[in-house]
């Protein structure tokens, strides 16, 4: 199975602060990867596919890239309802896997 | 608005079965796949297969950890889409959630809408 190594697992930051979060695939999974975000008590959402198309509707202070083994979801200015765990999940082989998840905490 | 909503969770003794049902709107359901992904309490989240659509003659995919055990069915005159579990085991203890799965270049998924979960709590 395909390995995803986020990081960190955990960060704190304020508002409107540039968030970056890593996701590092063993082995490569092309642009095959998509971030989604988890707010306590509720379903995951999808934020972004294959590495770097934003989901309508999500806010544009969200972006991602990468290719291969390395991938970023970034924020470009934190906001208090982005806090919330994201997880990567690649979709290059079967079975689909997911990162083990960073929690986003907002000061 | 696309909605899939969960039922037929609940606690279950280790050994017997359960069946989880997805009922879904507001998109076409027999155009498109339906995953379960399940998250077990303060864990991550875990692919746990997926059933194609009708274009795909309902074709499925199963974790290891679940295959053999858990079987994908669907009915696509109601648009439901359904989990069975047999053998259940501790470590099966999860919130699981249907998605609607779409594809990258017909081959890759991803999970654009989710359900809002249903508990299993299977004691030993």
């Known amino acids: 199975d395909i390995q995803l190594t986020q990081s960190p697992s955990s960060l704190s930051a304020s508002v409107g602060d540039r968030v970056t979060i890593t996701c590092r695939a063993s082995p490569t999974v092309s642009t095959y990867l998509n971030w989604y975000q988890q707010k306590p008590g509720n379903a995951p959402k999808l934020l972004i596919c294959?590495?770097?198309s934003l989901q309508s509707g999500v806010p544009s202070r969200f972006s991602g890239s990468g290719s291969a083994t390395d991938f970023t979801l970034t924020i470009s200015s934190l906001q208090p309802e982005d806090s919330a765990t994201y997880f990567c999940q690649q979709s290059h082989s079967t079975p689909p896997t997911f990162g083990q998840g960073t929690k986003v905490q907002v000061k | 608005e696309v909605q899939l909503v969960e039922s037929g969770g609940g606690l279950v003794q280790s050994g017997r079965s359960l069946r989880l049902s997805c009922t879904t709107s507001g998109f076409t359901f027999g155009d498109h796949a339906i995953s379960w992904v399940r998250q077990a309490p303060g864990k991550g989240l875990e692919w746990v297969g997926y059933?194609?659509?009708?274009?795909?003659?309902?074709?499925?995919e199963y974790a290891a950890s679940v295959k053999g055990r858990f079987t994908l069915s669907r009915d696509d005159s109601k648009s439901i889409a359904y989990l069975q579990m047999n053998s259940l085991k501790a470590e099966d203890t999860a919130i699981y959630y249907c998605?609607?799965?779409?594809?990258?270049?017909?081959?890759?998924?991803?999970?654009?809408?989710w359900g809002q979960g249903s508990l299993v709590t299977v004691s030993s």
């Open positions: 059933i194609r659509g009708k274009a795909y003659v309902g074709t499925t």
């Open positions: 294959a590495a770097s």
């Open positions: 998605t609607r799965t779409l594809w990258l270049f017909d081959w890759f998924p991803y999970f654009d809408h």
